[in-house]
């Protein structure tokens, strides 16, 4: 995928991810597609430890791949953040 594919995808998985664990509110478009592209590396992580495929391109199972690690990522940053 090129650099606009992975800024889009990355802006959407995160916005996606920022809804389920109730973050939209204090995050911005940065910060979304930050969450969703580092989310999209950690969900490949996680799917290769159960020798599954991670991120493959701009579909659907990609995006649910990058959605799952961004709700980790900001699980994780909610947890080691406190009550924000």
């Given at each position: 995928?090129?650099?606009?594919?992975?800024?889009?995808?990355?802006?959407?998985?995160?916005?996606i991810?920022?809804?389920?664990?109730?973050?939209?509110?204090?995050?911005?478009?940065?910060?979304?597609?930050a969450?969703?592209?580092?989310?999209?590396?950690?969900?490949?992580?996680?799917?290769?430890?159960?020798?599954?495929?991670?991120?493959?391109?701009?579909?659907?199972?990609?995006?649910?791949?990058?959605?799952?690690?961004?709700?980790?990522?900001?699980?994780?940053?909610?947890?080691?953040g406190?009550?924000?």
């Amino acid at each position: 995928m090129g650099i606009l594919s992975w800024i889009i995808f990355g802006g959407l998985a995160g916005w996606i991810a920022s809804l389920i664990m109730k973050t939209d509110k204090k995050m911005g478009l940065l910060a979304n597609i930050a969450v969703g592209i580092v989310g999209a590396m950690i969900g490949g992580f996680l799917m290769s430890i159960i020798n599954k495929t991670g991120v493959t391109g701009f579909n659907l199972y990609s995006f649910l791949v990058a959605v799952l690690g961004a709700v980790v990522l900001l699980f994780i940053i909610k947890a080691v953040g406190g009550k924000n």
